[in-house]
């Protein structure tokens, strides 16, 4: 399975926005990068994915780099309510979804 | 929408002792999972399904058994409960195999095992 690197954490002021960083070297061409985030006791969340070219959707944005070695989540406007842990993962098209350690982004107001 | 339901949500068991969790989900999705979380770790995958009536192992299989009768349930069963088995268990659901496909999870059940 390829692997990820994320920042163990990352702070922000609520209402600047958030540039979350993710390493994946071995990514192979069909891997899809997807973005999950945890709230404090609650099950992983859904945030977005993508192949390719940069996704945009209600919650966040996704950059990913031309050679797809990395990809940044992007929160425009960092609320409180965003305080997680983020999770960037490659899914392939095999039944396993692996998560690893994420990164933990305190916001503070 | 219920979508992933869990039960119980907290439990404490005694070692040796066994227990069922319990996961449905309402969105009549193929794929199921199972992965638990350790204190201040990422999740580790345990069990997956594909279907009902196929089943395979992931990262952590040991200690766990689960079955997959219909496409909405997907028990996971501790038949000798031990303190490593202590966690928060996470029970996920999605539409189709692999690439876009987003997983739904449900809000765990946290195990205690003393």
């Known amino acids: 399975d390829a692997k990820t690197t994320q920042p163990n954490s990352m702070e922000s002021n609520e209402e600047e926005p958030v540039h979350l960083p993710c390493n994946h070297s071995?990514?192979?061409?069909?891997?899809?990068i997807h973005w999950y985030r945890q709230l404090p006791s609650q099950g992983p969340e859904y945030v977005i994915h993508?192949?390719?070219s940069n996704v945009n959707n209600r919650m966040a944005s996704l950059a990913i780099a031309e050679d797809r070695k990395s990809s940044t989540l992007i929160l425009h406007r960092a609320t409180l309510r965003d305080a997680a842990v983020y999770y960037c993962?490659?899914?392939?098209?095999?039944?396993?979804?692996?998560f690893g350690t994420g990164t933990r982004l305190q916001v503070f107001p | 929408n219920a979508g992933v339901t869990q039960t119980p949500k907290f439990r404490i068991l005694k070692i040796g002792q066994s227990m069922t969790l319990q996961c449905a989900q309402d969105?009549?999705?193929?794929?199921m999972y199972w992965y638990r979380q350790d204190p201040g770790m990422g999740l580790k995958l345990i069990y997956y399904s594909v279907g009902a009536g196929i089943t395979d192992k992931g990262e952590v299989p040991n200690g766990y058994n689960v079955s997959r009768s219909t496409t909405e349930d997907f028990p996971l069963r501790l038949e000798l409960a031990a303190p490593s088995q202590t966690s928060v268990y996470f029970c996920?659901?999605?539409?189709?195999?692999?690439?876009?496909?987003?997983?739904?999870f449900g809000n765990g059940t946290r195990l205690t095992v003393t």
């Open positions: 071995t990514i192979s061409g069909t891997d899809y």
């Open positions: 993962i490659l899914r392939d098209n095999t039944d396993k979804l692996i």
């Open positions: 993508g192949l390719t």
């Open positions: 996920a659901s999605s539409y189709s195999i692999g690439f876009d496909s987003p997983l739904h």
């Open positions: 969105m009549n999705h193929n794929y």
